[in-house]
């Protein structure tokens, strides 16, 4: 399995970007029940800040990021999707999608099997 993130980039404060994680391999269904994103920013450890069960019918949202960023999957695509908006500098990191094939826990990073490569996104005060 491998997860492809892209979609990161430079923006100034306020403005909007949208991640796409692309998954490849087959028995989608196995490994993607869960789907994730988590950042890291240099010196800080790496955060939860969304994750998304198989049907969407269930979201999470860390307190950092709720209200302004909105995850969503298409599972035809074998994609995960993560639209940022009303960035902030303090959002700058590399940001990281993950599935897991496991049901229950979707927030904790040890519940992930597969892990991107992660894109960095660079927001300018």
């Known amino acids: 399995v491998q997860l492809q993130a892209s979609g990161g980039g430079l923006v100034q404060a306020g403005a909007s970007l949208r991640l796409s994680c692309a998954a490849s391999?087959?028995?989608?269904?196995?490994?993607?029940?869960?789907m994730g994103w988590f950042r890291q920013a240099p010196g800080n450890e790496r955060e939860s800040i969304s994750s998304?069960?198989?049907?969407?019918?269930?979201?999470w949202y860390a307190d950092s990021v709720k209200g302004r960023f909105t995850i969503s999957r298409d599972n035809t695509r074998q994609e995960v999707y993560l639209q940022m908006r009303s960035l902030k500098p303090e959002d700058t990191a590399v940001y990281y999608c993950?599935?897991?094939?496991?049901?229950?826990?979707?927030?904790?990073?040890?519940?992930?099997?597969?892990w991107g490569q992660g894109t960095l996104v660079t927001v300018s005060s």
């Open positions: 993950a599935v897991t094939g496991n049901r229950g826990d979707y927030i904790h990073s040890h519940a992930y099997e597969y």
């Open positions: 998304i069960n198989w049907s969407g019918g269930s979201t």
């Open positions: 391999g087959s028995s989608f269904r196995r490994y993607g029940m869960g």
